[in-house]
């Protein structure tokens, strides 16, 4: 079993910047991907980035250029840094681990883009 908690959402202004923790602990290990999702009021939850356990990264197009996923695999923590964030970027950030039909999600952390 998996668990995440994520920190370090908060209120930022239109263009601003901000990182995201994930920290995990459990049966992390064999082939497996680490990723963030968000999910905005009445919308559905959508990947928005993931790092598979070999470093390989995926954005999705709205966040190609705009965010950085990466690893500490000593501290076993997640993270995602976003830039020149939009109020369209306002959600819920969660943090999720998938491996084969297993997958874990974290409680969320909020992210709010306004003046």
């Known amino acids: 079993q998996v668990q995440l908690v994520e920190s370090g959402g908060g209120l930022v202004q239109p263009g601003g910047s901000l990182k995201l923790s994930c920290s995990y602990s459990g049966n992390v290990f064999g082939i497996y991907f680490l990723g963030w999702a968000r999910q905005a009021p009445g919308k559905e939850r959508d990947l928005v980035a993931s790092?598979?356990?070999?470093?390989?990264?995926y954005y999705t197009d709205s966040m190609k250029g705009r965010a950085t996923i990466s690893r500490d695999g000593a501290r076993n923590t997640l993270y995602l840094e976003l830039h020149s964030l939009r109020p369209d970027d306002t959600a819920t950030y969660y943090c999720?681990?998938?491996?084969?039909?297993?997958?874990?999600w974290g409680q969320g952390t909020q992210v709010t883009v306004s003046a």
């Open positions: 999720t681990y998938v491996s084969g039909t297993t997958r874990a």
């Open positions: 790092i598979t356990q070999d470093g390989d990264t």
